[in-house]
């Protein structure tokens, strides 16, 4: 069976750097930057990218293209790693969902561009309050009034001690200042918070994004414009959600409709548009006036003790694994569509210099929108910042810089935003592709291209009635999602299977066979260094455990809402800590199971079904292969074969460029 490969490397890079440039850097990094405090996060983000990021960006890389496989079958190989291949599936099936309600809220925002005046550049709306137009002040306490200080004084020089006995006059004076002072401060900051007309717009919003309960596009254009607005409607709401919507199925269906052949030819469009799109804002934002000293806040900590939070670290955990798409399926399976000689060490460097890049340039255009506001609300960088984090915070300071727009602001904001909604299409490909390639790869008959394309469908439409329909319908549930998500998911979920990889494909397939492999792939000796060892079997899986170590010691000290992101109570999930837990621990149990029947089913005594089951078996890729009237090589059925069995590879065809016989020290390979 022929499988499909990249056209060029170029559409195959294009494609990486159109997934990069997507909702994972352009939304979440701000987002989470401006939850942690901006400078911390940055830093904990590169530690973690260089330490665990980069070391499973080339493992995700060498084992796709060795295996030429989707994760439920790639891991094949080692019996008891199947159970990891499984979860990969159901990760990359949530992180899909994930920035598919991500795309919903900006699908709002997009609406509401198509407007003149923005429901957000004014302050007359019904949902807007007194602090709308107003610069900051703090509200003091009022307790302790001057009043009280009047009447503490006339008592003081009224009472008879004060005349009698000065010393007793002294002690009780100063007794009953520092009583009242320490109890009563002369004036404290209630409300730590600034409000502008974008806050106040998504604070509405947040309330009312189940808007289309009503079913009618009057009730749409009320929830996003307001009942008594006086503003211009361009287009109906109901006319963009639909053309919009059918845009997003057309494109993701014609990305996909040739495994990544197609894939290629979209990322022209997914790289180049949201790239100079995000320059454009870059600009904007950093000649907005009194910006600038909000970047101090951005590479410059404050303290030390920023970064101890235990917050900090799940949420840069997270982001690192996202950003790079490994571990949840995403770079394992495009690589896996890459020919056996291929310098996949190259492909790295793609993802290893834009993310860092895309993730920064996006944190400093969100960052000088908070100090312009600073500016224009005359309070602390810091109270900003404190006012706006949430998940949404950078669509609330994209309306902000918006707001300023050279000339008519309405062809900006609309394409913004469309670029924003088209890019996150870019976001979900690996995704879906992961999901369609794990069932074409595991069931004979999805491998015929038309049955593929029909299940290509379902699949597109089944997601996109789950992160449109239902928040849509539903008040609050998109919220919900990202809160369920954020909260400590994706970070637990992650570590978990990386470490389960690490080990498993280090020892139990082996760091010596794995290291000859790639080389027999680049044609280059560098990952048979020991320092990938020292990296793949000590350092990063180390980092991992120390960090779920000290996540769940913030669990234990703090609470899980101290892991939370920011949100109103409103939007808040009752549930989000308990399914959670079931649903890591259903991960876990996968695991579980999925090891015990493999121990089960192998050969021999207990320990001999331990071994068996816990290191490489040929023989399972060659049934595998065989089962698939696959072409089989490497001492597995090859032609020139020496019959040594240490390289197996997936049952396709053209994952085989004719013969030839590598030879590495002892280990010969046939390819």
């Known amino acids: 069976m022929e499988r499909p490969t990249w056209s060029n490397k170029l559409e195959y890079h294009l494609s990486l750097f159109s997934c990069v440039i997507g909702l994972s850097s352009s939304w979440r990094f701000p987002y989470l930057a401006l939850e942690n405090g901006g400078a911390p996060f940055i830093y904990s983000f590169l530690f973690l990218f260089v330490i665990v990021g980069i070391p499973l960006v080339f493992l995700d890389l060498a084992w796709g293209q060795y295996s030429n496989l989707a994760p439920v079958q790639a891991f094949k190989v080692v019996p008891v790693l199947q ?174 409709a040739k495994h990544v052949n197609f894939t290629g030819k979209v990322s022209y469009l997914f790289s180049t548009f949201p790239f100079a799109v995000s320059i454009m804002m870059l600009v904007r934002c950093l000649t907005l006036e009194n ?70 340039i996006s944190a400093v255009s969100m960052f000088c929108v908070v100090g312009h506001l600073a500016h224009v609300k005359e309070t602390d960088i810091l109270t900003v910042m404190e006012s706006v984090k949430g998940p949404m915070s950078p669509l609330v300071l994209l309306t902000e810089a918006l707001s300023t727009m050279w000339g008519y602001k309405v062809p900006w904001s609309i394409i913004v935003f469309a670029t924003m909604f088209l890019s996150s299409i870019a976001t979900q490909l690996p995704c879906l592709e992961c999901i369609l390639s794990s069932l074409s790869d595991t069931f004979l008959v999805l491998r015929k291209l038309w049955i593929r394309d029909i299940i290509m469908v379902l699949v597109v ?48 397939f082996g760091f010596q066979l794995l290291g000859t492999n790639t080389k027999a792939m680049t044609r280059n000796a560098c990952l048979t260094s020991k320092f990938w060892l020292v990296m793949w079997g000590f350092l990063t899986p180390l980092v991992l455990l120390a960090c779920m170590v000290y996540i769940v010691y913030g669990i234990i000290v703090d609470g899980v809402e101290s892991l939370s992101p920011s949100m109103s109570d409103d ?19 996968i695991l579980v199971v999925v090891t015990i029947v493999h121990v089960l089913r ?70």
């Open 83 to 256: 159970g990891a291949g499984i979860c990969i599936l159901i990760l990359s099936s949530a992180v899909l969902i994930y920035f598919g309600t991500v795309s919903y809220y900006l699908l709002l925002y997009l609406s509401s561009s198509f407007a003149e005046p923005f429901p957000w550049t004014n302050c007359n709306n019904e949902w807007n309050t007194d602090a709308c137009n107003s610069v900051f002040v703090p509200s003091c306490n009022d307790t302790f009034t001057s009043s009280n200080i009047t009447n503490l004084n006339d008592t003081v020089i009224s009472n008879d001690t004060i005349i009698s006995n000065v010393t007793t006059a002294f002690t009780t004076a100063v007794t009953a200042v520092f009583t009242t002072t320490t109890a009563q401060p002369l004036c404290s900051i209630n409300d730590t918070k600034v409000s502008s007309s974008p806050i106040e717009y998504w604070n509405y919003l947040s309330s009312n994004d189940d808007i289309c309960s009503g079913f009618s596009n009057k009730n749409m254009s009320d929830t996003l414009f307001g009942s008594a607005t006086t503003t211009q409607i361009i287009l109906s709401p109901a006319i963009i959600f639909g053309i919009f919507i059918g845009v997003r199925a057309f494109l993701s269906v014609l990305a996909l």
């Open 291 to 360: 910006a600038l000293p909000a970047l101090l806040h951005l590479f410059v900590p404050t303290s030390f003790q920023q970064f101890a939070e235990p917050k900090l670290w799940k949420d840069a955990m997270s982001q690192v694994f996202l950003s790079l798409m490994t571990t949840w399926g995403g770079l394992l399976t495009w690589s896996s569509y890459n020919k056996f000689y291929n310098k996949f060490h190259i492909d790295a460097s793609v993802l290893i210099v834009t993310v860092p890049f895309i993730s920064i």
């Open 461 to 508: 439409i089944g997601c996109m009635c789950i992160y449109y329909l239902i928040p849509c319908l539903y008040q609050g549930v998109g919220m919900k999602i990202i809160e369920l998500c954020d909260t400590f998911l994706f970070t637990f979920a992650f570590i978990l299977l990386a470490l389960v990889l690490l080990f498993m494909i280090c020892y139990a």
């Open 571 to 589: 939007n808040r999930f009752v549930w989000c800590h308990v399914i959670t837990w079931i649903l890591i621990g259903a991960l876990l149990l």
């Open 602 to 671: 192998s050969p021999g005594i207990f320990s001999e079904k331990l071994k068996h089951a816990f290191s490489a078996q040929p023989a399972r890729m060659a049934a595998s292969s065989s089962s698939h009237g696959a072409l089989m090589s490497n001492g597995m059925g090859g032609r020139n074969s020496p019959g040594n069995g240490h390289l197996f590879m997936g049952g396709y065809a053209s994952h085989r460029d004719g013969d030839e016989v590598l030879v590495d020290d002892d280990i010969v390979t046939s390819v």
